[in-house]
Structure formats: structure tokens, C-alpha cells
């Protein structure tokens, strides 16, 4: 009997840890989850609204009395900042995305390459790039939106009338 105890006692020392660690795993694959979900939903609002997140000071008051506080993208934020171990969440609303789109990327390679140097070369600071098979898009200040599109029309030839 005894030698069944400490056999049990053994397998609960090894199984137990074990439990916790899956149990944490899970969790963080909920997380991920979440927060994949948070971001397509930012996505899809951005993608009908000019690319911009609302802006919580918009908000009608009695929205945000009514509203649950994690409910409310800010909130979110919050909690994620939390959770990731994050310092803080800066925000910037004097930004811009600049896209080259275009189904012949697939089959010309190096056009982001090229996108990024002529940039890059008159000083234009990349903040965060995206990429498909058919469109580079980048986030720079908002104060070079002009001369971006202009250096990127030469770069490609756009601005040669045909």
C-alpha cells in the first residue's frame, strides 16, 4: 500500500506541473486569438473609414458611460498593454499609409525594394511596413504624404504622360 502511495505521490509531482504549464499555453493561445481578432476588426473599420481607428475623444459621452470600459478600443489597448508587460501605448494621429498596389508584383520581383530606397533616399522615415502578393503599403509621417507619392511616381514611371 505504501508503495502505491509514493507511486501516485510521484506521478502528481510530475503531472501536476505539467497541468499548469498546458493550462498557460491555452491561454496564451486564447490571447492570441483575441487580439487577432481585435486587430481584424480594426482592419475592417479602418478599411471603411478613410484608414483611420475612431478617435475616442469623438465619442459621445453618454456612449462612453454606457459602454463597458474593455469594450472600447482604448480599453482594449489597455488590457493588451497589460498583459504583454507593455511600458505604455503611444499613439500618432499625424501619420499616413502610402500604397503601391498592383497585380504585376508578382511578377516583378524587387519592386518593394525599390519602393523602399527611392524613399528611404530622400529621407522619408518608414514607420511600418505591410505587404500582399499585389500591394506594399507603409505608414510614414504625415508630412511627407506628398513628396512620397511624388518620388514613388518617378521611381515607377507614373509621372511620364504616355
Not at 508630412?143 to 507614373?158: Q, W
Request: with cysteine.
Amino acid at each position: 500500500l505504501l508503495t502505491v502511495i509514493a507511486i501516485i505521490g510521484i506521478l502528481a509531482a510530475i503531472v501536476i506541473p505539467t497541468v499548469g504549464t498546458v493550462r498557460e499555453k491555452a491561454q496564451r493561445a486564447v490571447d492570441s486569438n483575441n487580439l487577432r481578432e481585435i486587430v481584424k476588426a480594426a482592419q475592417i473599420y479602418a478599411g471603411e473609414n478613410n484608414d483611420r481607428l475612431p478617435d475616442p475623444r469623438a465619442i459621445p459621452a453618454t456612449t462612453l458611460q454606457n459602454a463597458t470600459p474593455a469594450l472600447l478600443w482604448p480599453g482594449i489597448l489597455a488590457e493588451v498593454c497589460k498583459h504583454v508587460g507593455a511600458r505604455e501605448i503611444v499613439g500618432d494621429n499625424k501619420i499616413c499609409k502610402v500604397s503601391a498596389v498592383g497585380v504585376g508584383m508578382r511578377s516583378h520581383p524587387g519592386v518593394a525594394s525599390q519602393m523602399f530606397r527611392a524613399l528611404a533616399e530622400e529621407g522619408i522615415n518608414l514607420q511600418m511596413i505591410s505587404t500582399s502578393e499585389i500591394k506594399i503599403s507603409v505608414i510614414i509621417d504625415e508630412k511627407y504624404l506628398e513628396l512620397a507619392v511624388r518620388v514613388l511616381h518617378r521611381t515607377f514611371g507614373l509621372d511620364q504622360a504616355k
